[in-house]
């Protein structure tokens, strides 16, 4: 959610999160749960900046308690001194007893961000600022036991308020200096077998899609996106998970720069923000430990290596990056085991601080 490198310091976590999550009835009766929560932090790209993060879980037939799997919306937003302003909603509702599933996210961004060219090369940094709409729906249908295929739809609006006029970016006329709109329309499945949407400490998470971005569509490039990862959560008893993550994604066709596989981001490659190496092609993984500590606490360890590459035969692991770091958690959430996600991690040329609610992956 929100990220990156710099200072972050959580103003009255303790006091607003334990709040709200304690004041609630802790019996399974219950069918709806709030968290939120205060948040306030500095980085560099955007100075002193303040928000609210939060959550509601629920479950959308209280009668299916046992069979149904939790549903949630997060909800985020802050505003920095630089005028920038980050507002969100996630959300992963099921129904039908577990036979439908719609996820995805809403969100509306004024930011600036770090660009350092395409491809795996040391660039010059540059920056630009953009203000741009999102919007990210997935809907599927379970079609056999734990699994499941549906439709994924993908809008951008990019709308570029400033960029540096001595940078690649603009010197280069890179494809998606001027903005515009990516509206694309694709195909999912997925194979589930979690034993908790939340926290999962055993089976798989196995899921593909590709996307067709076209002016069919109303966009205003033509390219294709695919997309595919796999999880696998190992149970060591008491809670304690160690998960790992494989994943990969694929550009057939022109895309802008701004929507080219990007390595980093608070999910994959920690370390790096997302976007600081990016190019049509893109594989990685990821391993991370977690241990319960003391009464709501808890601690993560992970690593990752990614590599970008323009196509599949120049993958090259003199290219390939490493991260690794190490993670506090807060259980919000007894019941549904929904921690605040606190890391800190560490790659060769950056590092980061990331802030949010549910694991990684």
Request: net charge positive.
């Amino acid at each position: 959610m929100f990220m990156k490198h710099g200072k972050l310091i959580l103003f009255a976590f303790f006091s607003f999160s334990c709040f709200f999550s304690l004041s609630q009835a802790d019996t399974l009766k219950q069918k709806i749960k709030v968290v939120g929560l205060p948040i306030l932090y500095y980085q560099p790209e955007t100075r002193w900046a303040g928000g609210v993060a939060g959550f509601l879980s629920f479950k959308t037939d209280p009668y299916q308690k046992d069979s149904l799997n939790w549903s949630q919306i997060a909800l985020g937003g802050a505003y920095t001194q630089e005028k920038q302003i980050l507002t969100y909603a996630s959300f992963d509702v099921w129904m039908k007893k577990n036979a439908y599933n719609l996820n995805g996210e809403i969100g509306y961004y004024k930011y600036f961000y770090y660009f350092h060219g395409i491809g795996n090369d040391e660039r010059s940094l540059e920056s630009y600022n953009l203000n741009f709409a999102r919007l990210r729906a997935t809907f599927e249908k379970r079609v056999y036991p734990a699994t499941y295929v549906g439709v994924k739809y993908v809008f951008d609006q990019m709308n570029f308020t400033r960029l540096d006029t001595m940078g690649i970016i603009y010197t280069q006329n890179l494809l998606g200096m001027g903005g515009g709109i990516i509206s694309g329309l694709g195909m999912s499945a997925r194979y589930d077998t979690r034993n908790s949407t939340f926290y999962p400490t055993q089976g798989y998470q196995i899921r593909a899609n590709s996307t067709f971005y076209s002016p069919v569509f109303g966009s205003d490039y033509t390219y294709n996106v695919s997309e595919i990862d796999a999880i696998k959560y190992f149970d060591l008893k008491k809670d304690r998970v160690l998960a790992t993550y494989v994943y990969g994604r694929f550009i057939a066709g022109d895309a802008p720069f701004f929507h080219l596989s990007m390595l980093g981001g608070n999910k994959k490659m920690r370390g790096y923000y997302q976007g600081f190496y990016r190019d049509k092609q893109l594989l990685g993984w990821q391993t991370e430990y977690r241990t319960p500590v003391w009464w709501r606490f808890g601690a993560v360890a992970f690593v990752g290596n990614a590599v970008v590459a323009p196509t599949f035969s120049q993958f090259a692991l003199k290219h390939v990056k490493t991260t690794a770091g190490l993670g506090l958690r807060f259980l919000l959430d007894k019941e549904r085991k929904i921690n605040l996600r606190i890391d800190y991690a560490l790659s060769k040329e950056s590092s980061g601080f990331y802030l949010t609610i549910g694991e990684a992956f």
